[in-house]
């Protein structure tokens, strides 16, 4: 006996409670189902349904192997979709978020780009600073930079993400440049979403809570701070490697910057295989690295 053979009527009895409702759901005889069912009972060495004339019920063993086979052709009808998705259209509805500059900037016009090479496909953004749980608000993909903390998500790595310290000649000539993590305590710091920052100490990762006079929750905003000399800023490569490189801002404490980290594209386990989520997660990793910014970072 094949050992799919039988899992399928075993599976729609005990839903359906009997052999006639299970044979309908299926299209199949009941003769057929009840055969099915005997001969797995039989390869199994395993009594696994109580019969009975009006209804049918699970012994413990067919309880247990219930869970199993629930599983297991899951799984086997998850990897038929994989396959035959493979050149699917995108198409439906998909319910992404993102944090607000960085969509602003990067994401939303790419999404926009692929909107266009697939029509019958619809998007929801939601651009948020706050980490929303995918599983409760139902959303398919979250674009998130910095480090992984729910593992409950497939995470696919879009871009490299790399943190300067910098500020501008102006700031450095008036403040002096800091030769310490200790003496960032005395500058002005030009703060974002986050007044913690990350370093690398001995090998370490190193957070310190830094203080200023001007903050703003926005990437853009706090590079314009720092190019006209107001303090420190500590932001990722994309919006400094130019003004690095011409000279407007000058990178600080080389040796201790933060440990790589990168931009990802999180989803739900069951969302991976999807054609709309994972034909967006592809364009997003071939045309991420092609912008500008990033050649520029590069």
């Known amino acids: 006996m094949n050992r799919w053979e039988g899992l399928d009527e075993f599976v729609a009895v005990a839903e359906c409670g009997q ?3 299970a044979a309908e759901h299926l299209g199949v005889s009941s003769s057929h189902v009840s055969r099915q069912i005997a001969r797995l009972e039989e390869c199994l060495q395993a009594r696994l349904l109580y019969r009975s004339t009006r209804r049918v019920s699970l012994t413990e063993a067919g309880q247990t ?4 086979c629930r599983n297991l052709l899951d799984a086997r009808d998850e990897a038929w979709r994989a396959v035959s998705d493979l050149s699917a259209e995108p198409k439906g ?8 500059a ?3 900037r990067f994401v939303v016009p790419l999404v926009n780009e692929f909107m266009s090479l697939h029509p019958q496909l619809s998007v929801e953004i939601q651009l948020t600073n706050r980490t929303l749980d995918l599983l409760h608000e139902g959303l398919d993909l979250a674009i998130r930079l910095g480090r992984l903390g729910d593992e409950r998500l497939v995470a696919t790595r879009l871009a490299p993400r790399e943190m300067y310290l910098c500020a501008a000649p102006a700031y450095l000539a008036r403040a002096g440049a800091p030769q310490s ?3 960032l305590a005395r500058h002005n710091c030009l703060i974002g979403s986050s007044d913690v920052w990350t370093f690398a100490d001995d090998g370490r990762e190193q957070q310190l809570r830094v203080q200023g006079n001007w903050r703003c929750n926005s990437g853009p905003a706090v590079l314009d701070a720092a190019l006209r000399g107001f303090g420190l800023c500590q932001l990722p490569d994309y919006y400094v490697q130019e003004h ?5 801002l000058l990178a600080l404490l080389e040796d201790h910057r933060p440990p790589h980290t990168a931009v990802w594209a999180l989803y ?3 969302r991976n295989l999807s054609p709309k989520v994972r034909q967006l997660v592809d364009f997003l990793k071939l045309r991420l690295v092609e912008l500008p910014e990033y050649r520029a970072a590069g």
Not at 93 to 100: A, E
């Open 19 to 21: 052999f006639t409702a």
């Open 244 to 248: 690095l490189k011409n000279g407007a």
């Open 65 to 68: 192997f219930l869970q199993h």
């Open 102 to 104: 960085y969509g602003e």
């Open 181 to 183: 993590l200790a003496e």
């Open 268 to 270: 739900p386990p069951q």
């Open 93 to 100: 509805l998909l319910r992404m978020t993102c944090g607000v």
